[in-house]
DNA sequence: AACGCCTCCGTGCCCGGGCACGAAAAATTT
DNA sequence: AAATTTTTCGTGCCCGGGCACGGAGGCGTT
């Protein structure tokens, strides 16, 4: 019984031919106003929902979704996040969505205004977008919205009007509760935060945020705390080992550490060689991360799960464009895990 | 290019009709031995897949899938499950799937062995089951099995031959990781348990592996710390009120206090009438817990997301139901997340 | 009045497969 | 050899929607 609605009864109901619900439907015009609304009062009275399998079949192509990302190596937090590509390629294979990724330099614009012309040349059906520059990405963001092609930004919610929707965590919380952690229980004196050299150039970084969310609860919990900073080299693992150990040859009662970007990992192997420090606190279940986790060496770490972020993106493009369905909220602010020694082994 | 196979390009390459291709395919006989063989060999050749679109949309019919879950009443852990079935049915909805939820009395085998049969008179295509007792759900399994219905289990995995997929959290190791976040950074000489009354019945409960868990991480690390239990009756506030105050009575000097199942709010009001305890952890994102959790009367709690476990379940027996296809891993131990005061906000 | 041009709409075929029905071919029976 | 049964097969319509094409009607122009 209450067999769903088919676009043949509205036809009937309507006294029109499905030709013209059809059009109703994709709002392809050429509807007089009139049948356009006694159209859509039938829809709506009989909750018409078109038959997907239909619709799939009439059509038959294919539809592409393309992920705009940082190119990264073998374990970095853009490869985390590309697991969610993977996640969502297999749910979608049934909907005839496929997904690409275009990788630009997160520290070049220019390969940013580059890596976005190809985007473009693909004639994509969807983006989603993890963005590092503000203006970039506008202008971006602009030409998709004139070639009517819907976009999701992951990680980083930059200013930017017409998006889809946004995945990812409050940067200025996340910040606030890895100042909790650190600090829960003791009084502190003095922290370090270590900072990523090149990061300084980036226009636009949640790592800023999470400072500041960071600052305000020690501002409010414990005020009389010095906080430092130290840079260091990514890409020069003596160069860290040494600006570590001048630190602390001048700072020798720092206890207690903190970065806000993804690579807590790099200060892992000095840390291990010279057991000093109380608590470290750092971001995203890198696998180098998890490892020393597991260790001791890094106390907990906060996790976003880039790579359900980037899943959900690509779902919630899926759906707008297979069903046109426009998403519910279109900021998801997900949640942040905390990752400590013993429950690290299920992800 | 290279476009997809269909069924009438079999016929044509055959020689034969479509009919008789079909008949093939789906092994419905009235075909000679020679016509067989040469559409099988076609088929092999040409790799061909049917389009489940074409399919799907020719039988048209509609699949249910039952859930088959506790009883539970509002803000209680079952309903954070049931909002997983929400979520999957508006997904599944495009698949013309639709879910059913039947309950039974988790502390009778009676109920659960009624609604087992309740669940079979309704021809589901696939059940998902929140086991509580062992035999009857293995017995319940069987008959599933015999009728080629799959299923797939959450929360509980017991010792069930068949089942196409679980979903949960380690059980075992989630009460280890419960133990680490009472004890971390203190020694403790003293630590109570409490209980519910009516639990000590049930056959089988992923409380008593917690327990486990959380006794051997003491006795690794805290060998000299005294395990106090108290039983409370959960419909009875006053009786919960009465016990505490007996027990700290007696036992002053307890501090620590930890609960395996997710109603650690039900202590909550004594404990914010009388504060007097250090650290109190349990299991659990009822928004009763959170809201202590943000009080700071609960340290924190360890969440394991009913409704992802639920939502995956449905998920993946949809895709079986659908798709024919078997799932990658039929052991999904899903993570458990530490939550805390300042990390709540976006449950 | 004849013509052209829009706007709006209906018709009909297609997508790939499921399946009922009946006909042709082969095998048996008389 | 004719009649009958059984086996094997082809035809054609259906599922619900997408979409190209062309036609009807209204409007304005010459």
Not at 159 to 164: A, C, F, Q, S, V
Not at 251 to 255: E, G, K, N, Y
């Given at each position: 019984m209450a067999e769903k609605a088919t676009i043949n009864d509205i036809a009937r109901l309507t006294g029109l031919s499905k030709g013209t619900v059809d059009r109703v439907l994709h709002n392809r015009?050429?509807?007089?106003k009139k049948s356009y609304d006694k159209v859509m009062d039938v829809i709506r009275e009989l909750g018409y929902e078109p038959n997907l399998y239909a619709s799939l079949l009439a059509r038959g192509e294919q539809r592409t979704i393309v992920l705009l990302f940082p190119a990264h190596e073998k374990g970095s937090y853009w490869e985390l996040a590309s697991a969610g590509e993977v996640k969502a390629q297999s749910a979608l294979k049934p909907l005839s969505i496929v997904t690409r990724q275009i990788n630009y330099n997160q520290y070049s614009a220019d390969s940013f205004r580059e890596a976005c012309s190809i985007v473009l040349e693909m004639h994509p059906d969807g983006v989603v977008i993890a963005p590092m520059f503000q203006y970039e990405t506008q202008v971006f963001a602009k030409e998709l919205t004139s070639r009517s092609i819907p976009y999701a930004l992951v990680d980083t919610k930059l200013?930017?009007?017409?998006?889809?929707a946004f995945y990812g965590i409050p940067a200025y919380k996340s910040g606030y509760l890895c100042a909790y952690m650190l600090s829960e229980g003791e009084s502190l004196k003095e922290a370090l935060i270590v900072r990523i050299?090149?990061?300084?150039?980036?226009?636009?970084?949640?790592t800023v945020m999470r400072r500041a969310g960071f600052m305000d609860y020690m501002l409010e919990h414990n005020p009389g705390c010095t906080i430092r900073s130290l840079f260091i080299d990514p890409s020069d693992p003596a160069a860290t080992d040494d600006a570590l150990d001048a630190f602390f040859q001048e700072?020798?009662?720092?206890?207690h550490i903190v970065m806000f970007?993804?690579?807590?990992?790099?200060?892992v192997p000095y840390l291990e060689r010279h057991?000093?420090?109380?608590r470290v606190v750092g971001f995203d279940n890198l696998s180098a991360n998890l490892a020393a986790l597991r260790r001791g060496t890094v106390s907990a770490l906060i996790a976003q799960h880039p790579e359900e972020q980037v899943f959900q993106a690509i779902q919630t493009l899926a759906d707008k464009i297979v069903f046109q369905r426009q998403p519910d909220l279109t900021d998801n602010y997900m949640h942040m895990d905390v990752l400590l020694r013993y429950n690290t082994e299920d992800y």
């Open positions: 015009g050429e509807v007089s200013d930017m009007p017409g998006y889809l050299m090149r990061d300084k150039d980036r226009q636009s970084d949640p700072f020798p009662h720092v206890r970007n993804s690579r807590i990992h790099l200060i057991p000093r420090v109380r």
